[in-house]
Nanobody, 120 residues
């Protein structure tokens, strides 16, 4: 099993910044992609950004130029630097990890979520 612990959420005014962190621990063998998703009230969960084990990144159009995803493989940690936050960025942000066990079993693990609230 792999456990994910997120931190860094909070409340900010429009134009502000936050940095989210997600640390993976437990029976880690090989982490492939690590990503951030978000879910606003009444809406479906959506991809925000993802980073592969090789460092390639992909971001949703709505956050390009404002959010940056990165990872530290030595620390099994993924970050999301969020700048120029807008009220529409308000959501619960979830970390997701694509993990492959030593036996070749592939699983996705989710964090518990961290609230980000942006006021106008």
């Amino acid at each position: 099993q792999v456990q994910l612990v997120e931190s860094g959420g909070g409340s900010v005014q429009a134009g502000g910044s936050l940095r989210l962190s997600c640390v993976a621990s437990g029976s880690i063998f090989n982490i492939n992609a690590m990503g951030w998703y978000r879910q606003a009230p009444g809406k479906q969960r959506e991809l925000v950004a993802v980073v592969t084990s090789g460092g390639s990144t992909h971001s949703a159009d709505s956050v390009k130029g404002r959010f940056t995803i990165s990872r530290d493989n030595a620390k099994n940690t993924v970050y999301l630097q969020m700048n120029s936050l807008q009220p529409e960025d308000t959501a619960v942000y979830y970390c997701k990890v694509d993990h492959v066990s030593s036996g070749g079993v592939r699983d996705n693990y989710w964090g518990q979520g961290t609230q980000v609230t942006v006021s106008s």
